[in-house]
Each structure stands twice: as structure tokens, then as C-alpha cells.
């Protein structure tokens, strides 16, 4: 999968996360939550909408007529699952690779202070 095309589907993740937690609120507090600006966050619930993955609803009791309520189908569930797995999966093998980056930093910088500490003993013998 290229970047961009992972960056797109986790950008759909947090998008179907938020909503599912916070169908009431803006889409102006929605893309504020996760990050995004808000003609980002409005292409990316047009497209979410679109693929039949979130309704928007108006607010029945609103007196505000344009407010509305985004909802995950139950198409968006499944493929929120989905993508909760990638999405898992591809922070784990991060993970993996950072710990190995710190681990391989730990040893660079314990090499490095025993050579520096060889140095300065060497200087104080002459």
C-alpha cells in the first residue's frame, strides 16, 4: 500500500472514530478533534458519505435547520473495523521498529561514552 493511499485510510479511521463518538457535534469541532482543517475534514465526510459509510441527518430538535448529525451505516461499522485492524497493526510494526531504533541509540551513545571515557583517561596518563 503506498503512503499516500495509508495516510488516506487513516485519515478515514480517525474521521469514522470521531464521528462515532461525537455524531452532534460541527463538522468546524469534528475537524478540530482530529486535527484537520475544516474544507479537509468537509472532502473527507463527502467521500465517507459517498461510499455509503456515514449519513448525515439534520438535528430534529435543532433550531438550527443546517445542523446535522453524522452516523455510521452499518457498512461504515464494518469498515471502521477493518480499518481499526490496519490501522493496529501498522502502529505495532512502528512499535517494533522504534524500539529497535532506541535500542540500537542506547548502545551508540554506551559506545560513545566508553570511548570518550578511554580518551580522557589516555590524556590524563601522558
Same mark, same amino acid.
Given at each position: 500500500?503506498?503512503? +499516500?493511499?495509508?495516510? +488516506? ?5 480517525? @474521521? ?6 461525537? =455524531? ?7 475537524? /478540530?478533534? @482530529? /486535527? ?9 465526510? $463527502?467521500?465517507?458519505?459517498? $461510499? %455509503? ?5 439534520? &438535528?430534529?430538535?435543532?433550531?438550527? $435547520? &443546517?445542523?446535522?448529525?453524522? @452516523?455510521?451505516? =452499518?457498512? %461504515?461499522?464494518?469498515?471502521? #473495523?477493518?480499518?481499526?485492524?490496519? &490501522? ?13 531504533? #532506541? ?7 554506551? +559506545?560513545?561514552?566508553? #570511548? ?6 589516555? $590524556?590524563d596518563l601522558t
Amino acid at each position: 500500500m503506498s503512503r +499516500q493511499a495509508r495516510l +488516506q485510510e487513516d485519515t478515514s479511521f480517525r @474521521v469514522m472514530r470521531i464521528l462515532e463518538e461525537n =455524531p452532534d457535534h460541527t463538522q468546524r469541532e469534528l475537524a /478540530g478533534q @482530529v /486535527g484537520m482543517s475544516l474544507g479537509g475534514f468537509n472532502y473527507c465526510i $463527502k467521500a465517507l458519505i459517498e $461510499k %455509503g459509510y456515514v449519513k448525515a441527518e439534520n &438535528f430534529q430538535n435543532s433550531k438550527n $435547520k &443546517f445542523k446535522y448529525v453524522y @452516523v455510521l451505516t =452499518p457498512s %461504515g461499522i464494518a469498515q471502521k #473495523i477493518v480499518l481499526t485492524g490496519r &490501522f493496529l497493526h501498522r502502529k505495532l510494526e512502528e512499535y517494533e521498529a522504534l524500539k529497535k531504533e #532506541i535500542e540500537l541509540l542506547r548502545l551508540n551513545a554506551k +559506545q560513545s561514552e566508553n #570511548i570518550s571515557a578511554s580518551v580522557t583517561t589516555e $590524556k590524563d596518563l601522558t
